[in-house]
């Protein structure tokens, strides 16, 4: 993603004083978990954190408004925190191209809880010394309730080692009174930063030389110490004699709180045109660069802006060369004194954007085409650029320019880019009305809307509507990653019906277009479906093959989605193989990856398997609570899936020996199964009723059996065969029961020759 680098405020106004008091209260950040540096514009917070982190290991964060979604400051940070901790594993963030799942704003205050864990256990395990991580500009996420419960957490769970700043311009909206009380806060605010009498004097001596700290006093008390004044002030002191010196800080004691606008245009009345209209050009911009001041007719910008820069005057200069930015308080006022209008400020913004996406700066180029409504520019900038926008951390802009598109405008193209900028954000049901105005008619589509269309209805259980989008999806030309997914998807879809027939051959052309494409998202879901479409066949050795190739792809393309479905399927075959204590600790990543990263299906499934490896341990009660926790985010979905945790539930409460309880369970399974059509889960849910009707019910028992069986070999046959032995058996149909006991033992060993455990 592009990482908004902070624009930190020129080394003028408070670098040129030493302010050794205040770097060495910060040092005191060293033995504290907490600082915070709270006081309002102009006050130099950015400046002397950063001055102090010189040397240091710090990961420095701005925040913008797009960080109010988790997903969107998740991903940031980690990004960030990767310049200091080069292994720290992106998919702590949710994976920069996973998303989030389809009711990840559901459970936000979860996701926030679960990413601070992860974010803090990943660092405990990987910094070898200090590491200090700045979030500045907290005030721009306002009360973002899953944003500020992460960084609360950061900051209460951070590691030894790790020192958490937070800079605002307003007090920090959670409680630290706990962190106070362990002396682990450390706090700044205006009253420390502002000048002191003798820090104005210093400063007063060295731009106005001999006599310059005359008025010191004077300026102190009509400034209050606040930094950006005292240093516009001096500016506009120079060239004055001493006595009018006095006058004109006599001048600063103006009502109406604009001493900033005073003196800034104190300052402009001395400063050159070429300034002036410098300053006037760029205010409508966010940042700037002095090659495009250049193309617009300011040839000798780039040294005017090093000059103001240098001197401290409205201009920032950014961490990359050439780069500027007005100061907020000098924006605001240039914007109000010296203003473009019409078609001046259109033709500025226009230009501007031109050059900027010329240059690989697309984001401000979406910025000057927005804030002038130029929709014929912004449909043409986000065909050429939209992905690159949206994957690099600006889907909220994008979502923005491309909702404020008029309706014939926005193509099939537009509504894919912004469902791909809402599934980035966490809002799934906007992706899904996006794609679905894409995919409006009867007709074929193209793979990348017929594929992503299609999974969120497959995540949400929604066999029936996913099919019929894959079923819709048509590829023509080269192979793209696209065409293997949809493929990928839809033969997934197919294996929970059962249906390997159809299955096959689609789980192999995704995975012949994944290969001649190289991409490894799409490599990562054909090997999956391979792996699963082993284990149907009953091939564990080649299931397993299939899912160490697609770990490794899906970790190297950071798809989150199939790490966690492929660890969650790799719990599930341990549990076949017995090896219950290694299927926890696969169903433990998944789980971790799925409350970050907000897939609520696959957290089900996996808090499933999970429940059934402690039910084979023995641990009853645990495994009820997993399997509870995975029926409450089914019903929450109001998902098909939760016939799973349905049918193992019955396994547990038949084990227990509450035969109403496991009756029920199996029984709402079976229906519900049924419904979706979703064969894996209905086999054993027939087979689970049938052991606990054996004595009560017989003929239906039989009847369910004969049902479970019908569906032939699959994931469920065994079951299904010792159902049938038990059912025989309860009925003294000794020779029948011994048959079938014999046909599951038959296609038990036949699995295990296949995976290579005989």
Avoid at 515 to 520: L, M, Q, R, V
Avoid at 659 to 681: C, I, N, P
Wanted: proline content about 5%; some cysteine.
């Amino acid at each position: 993603m592009t990482l908004r680098a902070k624009v930190l405020p020129p080394p003028l106004a408070s670098a040129c004083l030493p302010r050794e008091h205040l770097r060495a209260r910060l040092d005191g950040a060293n033995g504290r978990r907490l600082t915070t540096v709270i006081a309002g514009a102009g006050f130099g917070k950015s400046t002397l954190v950063a001055a102090w982190g010189q040397g240091r290991a710090m990961a420095w964060y701005t925040l913008g408004a797009e960080d109010a979604g988790l997903s969107a400051l998740s991903r940031g940070v980690v990004e960030a925190l990767r310049r200091q901790v080069p292994d720290l594993p992106l998919d702590v963030a949710g994976g920069p191209n996973g998303g989030d799942g389809p009711v990840a704003d559901a459970d936000e205050p979860g996701r926030a809880d679960a990413f601070a864990a992860a974010l803090c256990e990943a660092l405990q395990e990987r910094i070898r010394g200090p590491l200090v991580i700045v979030f500045d500009d907290l005030h721009e996420i306002g009360l973002a309730a899953g944003s500020l419960r992460a960084i609360e957490g950061l900051c209460r769970q951070a590691p030894p080692g790790v020192h958490l700043v937070l800079v605002s311009r307003t007090d920090v909206p959670f409680s630290i009174d706990r962190l106070r009380g362990q002396g682990q806060a450390l706090e700044l605010g205006g009253s420390d930063l502002a000048f002191d009498r003798e820090e104005v004097g210093a400063l007063l001596q060295q731009a106005l030389g001999a006599g310059g700290a005359d008025v010191a006093g004077l300026l102190h008390h009509a400034t209050g110490g606040w930094p950006v004044a005292v240093r516009l002030a001096t500016e506009a002191m120079r060239g004055l004699a001493g006595p009018e010196r006095a006058a004109a800080v006599e001048r600063l004691r103006r009502p109406g709180g604009v001493l900033f606008a005073y003196l800034a245009h104190e300052v402009f009345e001395r400063e050159p045109p070429e300034v002036r209209e410098l300053v006037r050009l760029v205010a409508p911009l966010e940042r700037f660069h002095a090659g495009l001041c250049a193309e617009l007719g300011m040839p000798d910008a780039a040294e005017l802006l090093g000059s103001l820069a240098r001197r401290g005057l409205f201009v920032e200069s950014g961490p990359d060369p050439g780069w500027f930015a007005l100061g907020a308080l000098a924006r605001d006022f240039a914007l109000e004194a010296f203003p473009l209008r019409g078609e001046q400020l259109a033709g500025l913004h226009r230009r501007a954007a031109a050059w900027f996406a010329a240059h690989g700066r697309p984001e401000l180029a979406l910025r000057s085409l927005t804030a002038v409504a130029d929709h014929h520019g912004i449909a043409a900038l986000l065909l050429e650029h939209g992905r690159a926008l949206v994957s690099g951390g600006a889907g909220d802009a994008v979502a923005r320019a491309a909702a404020a598109l008029p309706p014939e405008m926005r193509d099939g193209h537009i509504e894919l880019l912004l469902a791909r900028s809402h599934k980035r954000r966490g809002d799934w049901d906007a992706a899904l009305a996006c794609l679905h105005r894409a995919a409006a008619g009867d007709g074929p589509l193209p793979p990348e809307i017929a594929w992503r269309t299609g999974l969120i209805h497959h995540l949400r259980g929604e066999l029936d509507e996913a099919l019929r989008f894959y079923e819709r999806g048509r590829a023509g030309g080269p192979p793209t990653p696209d065409e293997a997914l949809l493929h990928a998807w839809h033969a997934s879809a197919l294996w929970l019906r059962g249906t390997a027939t159809r299955c096959g051959p689609l789980a192999r052309r995704a995975f012949a277009v994944a290969s001649a494409t190289g991409d490894d998202r799409a490599l990562a879901a054909a090997h999956t479906i391979l792996a699963m479409l082993a284990a149907l066949e009953g091939d564990r050795a080649v299931n397993a093959v299939h899912y160490e190739q697609a770990l490794r792809h899906a970790e190297r393309s950071g798809d989150v989605l199939q790490v966690i479905r492929i660890r969650t399927n790799r719990g599930s075959r341990h549990l076949e193989e017995g090896e219950y204590q290694a299927a926890i600790a696969e169903l433990d990543l998944a789980i971790r990856l799925a409350d970050v990263a907000g897939y609520a299906s696959f957290r089900a499934l996996a808090l499933t398997n999970r429940g059934e490896a402690r039910l084979r341990l023995g641990s009853l009660e645990e495994a009820i609570a997993d399997l509870e926790a995975a029926k409450a985010v089914s019903q929450r979905l109001g998902s098909g899936d939760l016939a799973y945790p349905l049918g193992m539930l019955g396994d547990v409460y038949r084990e227990r020996g509450d035969v109403s309880l496991a009756r029920a369970a199996y029984e709402e399974a079976a229906r519900r199964s049924e419904a979706m059509g979703d064969v894996q889960a209905l086999v054993p849910a027939l087979a689970g009723l049938a052991r606990v009707l054996a004595l009560d019910e017989p003929d239906r028992a039989r009847r369910l059996v004969d049902r479970a069986i019908a569906h032939g070999p699959g994931m469920g046959q065994v079951d299904a065969l010792l159902a049938g032995g038990h059912v025989a058996l309860a009925q003294g149909e000794r020779e029948q029961g011994a048959r079938l006991a014999a046909d599951a033992a038959t296609a038990a060993q036949r699995r295990r020759n296949r995976a290579g455990l005989a």
